[in-house]
């Protein structure tokens, strides 16, 4: 799964990131510390100390992935590395486990339910007609059913693309 420095800044707020971010898109794969012997790669987030790039920022961590950069206020450059790693791992297994649901006919609330660890926000699923399908909170996740059109969702897999089928 490829995660984005959107989703980088946000897992990494226990150093008050301050984020520079243009493009932003989900295209990290890795993460890496940038050395002179490193051939470069579009996939991978690099870490460096900041004050090497950045005058003044000697006690800084710099994480750069082409033209987006976040500056951390912290110089525990191993610290910072294996809590990158920990949000790449949080995000495959997330991503394995809706894989999982979706290969089983899962329902729309149990992909919902399966998403609590990582939405942070409320999220609605209503059909073309308005009627709500399933909700989550944050941490709680709350199914609906309606009593008038009872429809039993389920995710498949059709074409390579995931689609919703009444």
């Given at each position: 799964m490829k995660i984005s420095m959107w989703i980088l800044n946000d897992y990494l707020q226990e150093y008050h990131p301050v984020a520079t971010i243009i493009d932003g898109s989900c295209s990290l794969r890795n993460v890496r510390i940038l050395s002179e012997s490193l051939s470069?790669?579009?996939s991978t987030v690099y870490l460096m100390n900041a004050g090497q790039y950045i005058?003044?920022?000697y006690h800084k961590i710099l994480c750069v992935h082409q033209r987006d950069m976040i500056l951390l206020e912290t110089d525990d450059m191993e610290e910072v590395f294996n809590k990158i790693l920990d949000c790449f791992e949080s995000y495959n297994y997330w991503d394995d486990q809706c894989q999982k649901l979706?290969?089983?006919n899962c329902t729309l609330d149990e992909l919902m339910e399966a998403s609590?660890?990582?939405v942070q926000d409320s999220v609605y699923v209503a059909d073309s007609s308005h009627l709500l399908l399933s909700r989550i909170y944050p941490n709680r996740p709350v199914s609906y059913q309606s009593e008038n059109k009872k429809k039993s969702i389920s995710i498949k897999k059709r074409f390579?693309?995931?689609e919703v089928y009444p």
């Open positions: 470069k790669s579009d005058s003044g920022e979706i290969q089983n609590t660890s990582i390579g693309k995931r």
